[in-house]
């Protein structure tokens, strides 16, 4: 697609939503969950997560954007007929590959072992934008887990989100890429706050690593970093994975999920960026304006 092609979309994408905005008194309210290395946990953090939002009655769209490295349906025992291939070959729209996870959950599913799915172009970027516009009245929340590390797609729905969850564990390799991907989005895509999920932690721990990226972080950044949980060691992960069932539907009421549980309430209570609601871009504005950079 050519480059004023790709603007007009955009230009008509943005009307749209904003028109959207104008008309709703409840914006929905989008998180990425993402981290600067794999291995993390980010896939089971976000599934447990979106469990718990949605046993407290909220309407929850989980995208796994994770693109060519998919895993939430195969987490979920899920085997979906088509995916987010198939929106941009144009062969399916958006509504077709939807499909339900626990407690009404509906997820996005994307595509696994397709390297090519890696690196949208112009003109498959302004199909996903198109199809994922119908979907703005539906959801209290859009959840997003993003791929591992610092690929233009990793950064550009960290970059379009309202909230960007970092998720870290306790060690330095782990630490130390949180803060180059925190580094990537203030610099080049001005994000100027992040929440910050520690898994494999204890609470001590949790604030250890925090502190840790706050000290580099105000000597080298102008941005702010909220903890606003942490995830406890548990070997029962194991047995949730291996099983396909998440940790808040196999052991409901382990110390892990009250973990979860506390998650899902200060999210629910977090105010999100602090500027008005009527001044600031939406997610669907912002992912309008997605472009090479």
């Known amino acids: 697609m050519m480059n004023d092609q790709a603007s007009t979309l955009r230009k008509k994408f943005s009307s749209s939503a904003m028109n959207h905005e104008n008309s709703s008194s409840q914006a929905v309210r989008s998180l990425s969950f993402t981290s600067g290395k794999g291995g993390v946990g980010k896939t089971n953090i976000v599934i447990n997560l979106a469990i718990q939002l949605a046993k407290m009655g909220k309407k929850i769209f989980l995208i796994d954007a994770d693109l060519g490295l998919a895993n939430i349906d195969i987490m979920l025992n899920l085997a979906p007929e088509y995916t987010i291939e198939d929106v941009l070959t144009g062969t399916k729209n958006i509504n077709d590959i939807i499909i339900e996870g626990p407690h009404g959950i509906h997820i996005l599913p994307s595509s696994s072992g397709i390297s090519e799915m890696q690196a949208l172009d112009a003109e498959q970027q302004m199909a996903m934008l198109r199809e994922l516009s ?19 797609n990793v950064l550009r729905f960290n970059a379009a989100v309202d909230e960007v969850c970092v998720i870290s564990n306790t060690e330095p390799t782990s630490i130390t ?48 970093l909220e903890l606003i949980g942490y995830v406890p060691r548990d070997a029962s992960f194991i047995k949730a994975v291996k099983q396909q069932t998440p940790l808040s539907l196999l052991f409901p009421n382990s110390p892990t999920v009250n973990s979860f549980i506390k998650l899902a309430r200060q999210i629910d209570l977090s105010p999100g960026q602090s500027i008005e609601e009527d001044t600031r871009e939406s997610f669907w504005k912002r992912l309008g304006s997605w472009k090479k950079r």
């Open 134 to 152: 119908s979907l703005k009245t539906r959801y209290d929340y859009i959840l997003i887990d993003t791929g591992a590390g610092i690929s233009p």
């Open 177 to 224: 890429d949180a803060y180059a991907l925190m580094k990537i989005m203030s610099s080049k895509y001005q994000v100027g706050s992040f929440n910050l999920i520690v898994n494999e932690s204890s609470l001590q721990e949790a604030k250890s690593v925090y502190s840790r990226l706050v000290k580099v972080l105000n000597r080298f950044l102008t941005v702010n």
